[in-house]
């Protein structure tokens, strides 16, 4: 059986807690972040996701870690900053977690099962919290198998 987000608790960027069940009826693209990789460009294309497909009830949600290569060293504000003004990001981005922190420590049960690899992991979750895909940091935003998958889901 998929893992479901229903019931996990995140914390948003101004630091109320939520729990992810508030956002069921939208698909969501749930990425560990991080603004000094290889993979950062991915900004880009996870902006034009959320541009393209968030009024078909797509969220891309951000999550900055700093547990790979330490490559998320900086508060949150001056995340937001660099994404915004770099990457024009408007898509939500979190509090910085852990990698085997909520909602990753969930998501990374589903298949392959197994712990996050490196930045710019990507979850797919459906309309009702179920987890639906996982894709490694190496598959891009704008690849034919993500965008599939996430028109398939907002299409169930």
């Known amino acids: 059986m998929a893992p479901s987000v229903n019931g996990v608790t995140v914390t948003s960027a101004d630091g109320t807690n939520r729990d ?5 009826g939208h698909v969501l693209l749930i990425v560990n972040v991080a603004s000094r990789c290889g993979f950062t460009r991915q900004y880009a294309g996870l902006q034009q996701l959320q541009e393209r497909y ?5 969220k891309v949600i951000g ?3 700093n547990d ?4 998320e060293p900086g508060t949150l504000e001056e995340i937001q900053a ?3 003004t770099t990457y024009g990001v408007s898509f939500e981005l979190m509090n910085k977690v852990g990698a085997n922190s ?4 969930t998501l990374t049960q589903a298949e392959p099962a197994g712990a996050i690899a490196w930045n710019f992991e990507k979850f797919l979750v459906g309309k009702d ?3 639906l895909s996982r894709f490694k940091s190496g598959v891009e935003p704008d690849s034919s ?5 996430i028109e398939a889901a907002l299409a169930a």
């Open 20 to 24: 992810l069940a508030s956002d069921n």
């Open 54 to 58: 968030s009024s078909q009830g797509l």
């Open 63 to 65: 999550f900055p870690c």
């Open 68 to 71: 790979f290569g330490g490559q």
């Open 82 to 84: 660099f994404c915004s």
């Open 102 to 105: 909520a909602p990753f420590d």
């Open 129 to 131: 919290g179920t987890v």
């Open 145 to 149: 198998e993500l965008m599939s998958a």
